[in-house]
């Protein structure tokens, strides 16, 4: 396992880590704290499923894999800083935005990092990699899920919400780390579609 796949795993298990302190409470927070329903939660989680989606498809149409550094890095920033626009968050409509937030950082982020990653995959070793990134990504996120309840009940939203801000912003400062010469390995598949793709 190359470096590159090491400090994408290791973000991504902080990244995680840091969305799993949150999601066992967002519905209570947005019932509770900014007094939604619970078809506000259900209005929520489709935000941010539907904006990633569409964008997700969006980028990878138009993805050149010599964006995908700058690709990964700003996605990740924008899921990142999500908790913080939770923590400011007065009203449910607020929490819209911050999801509309969340689901275009995914967007951005996710087809540049499956190539990124998949890229710089061993041969031979493929689900092995693929096996180890899941494991510590659910990992982390099961962990946190715990405490995130266990916090936000002892000692409230804010604190976990911050928490899990600086948790996932580690996680983006990580992918900073990447070198150049792993940026540049490409798929077979992406060097085909880079050559027969249509320039205006």
Same mark, same amino acid.
């Given at each position: 396992?190359? &470096?590159?796949? #090491?400090?994408?795993?290791?973000?991504?298990?902080?990244?995680?880590?840091?969305?799993?302190?949150?999601?066992?409470?967002?519905?209570?927070?947005?019932?509770?704290?900014?007094? +939604?329903?619970? @078809?506000?939660?259900?209005?929520?989680?489709?935000?941010?499923?539907?904006? &990633?989606?569409?964008?997700?498809?969006?980028?990878?149409?138009?993805?050149? !894999? #010599?964006? &995908?550094?700058?690709?990964?890095?700003?996605?990740?920033?924008?899921?990142?800083?999500? !908790?913080?626009?939770?923590?400011?968050?007065?009203?449910?409509?607020?929490?819209?935005?911050?999801? *509309?937030?969340? +689901?275009?950082?995914?967007?951005?982020? $996710?087809?540049? $990092?499956?190539?990124?990653?998949?890229?710089?995959?061993?041969?031979? &070793?493929?689900?092995?990699? $693929?096996?180890?990134?899941?494991?510590? *990504?659910?990992?982390?996120?099961?962990? @946190?899920?715990?405490?995130?309840?266990?916090?936000?009940? #002892?000692?409230?939203?804010?604190?976990?919400?911050?928490?899990?801000?600086?948790?996932?912003?580690?996680?983006?400062?990580?992918?900073?780390?990447?070198?150049?010469?792993?940026?540049? #390995?490409?798929?077979?598949?992406?060097?085909?579609?880079?050559?027969?793709? !249509?320039?205006?």
């Amino acid at each position: 396992m190359n &470096r590159t796949l #090491k400090l994408l795993i290791a973000s991504d298990s902080l990244v995680f880590s840091g969305i799993g302190l949150i999601s066992p409470i967002l519905a209570i927070f947005i019932t509770g704290s900014l007094q +939604g329903t619970l @078809t506000a939660v259900g209005i929520a989680t489709a935000i941010f499923l539907i904006v &990633r989606v569409i964008l997700q498809l969006i980028f990878s149409k138009v993805f050149n !894999p #010599k964006d &995908r550094f700058w690709m990964v890095v700003c996605g990740t920033f924008m899921i990142a800083i999500v !908790p913080f626009i939770y923590l400011s968050c007065n009203s449910v409509g607020h929490l819209y935005l911050a999801q *509309v937030v969340y +689901g275009a950082g995914a967007g951005l982020a $996710w087809p540049a $990092w499956f190539s990124l990653f998949a890229s710089n995959l061993t041969k031979g &070793r493929e689900g092995t990699e $693929w096996s180890v990134y899941s494991a510590f *990504v659910a990992g982390g996120t099961g962990a @946190t899920a715990y405490f995130g309840s266990l916090l936000a009940e #002892k000692i409230g939203f804010n604190f976990v919400f911050v928490l899990a801000g600086c948790i996932s912003i580690a996680g983006m400062i990580i992918l900073l780390g990447l070198q150049k010469e792993n940026l540049k #390995k490409i798929l077979p598949s992406e060097i085909f579609v880079a050559k027969h793709k !249509p320039h205006n």
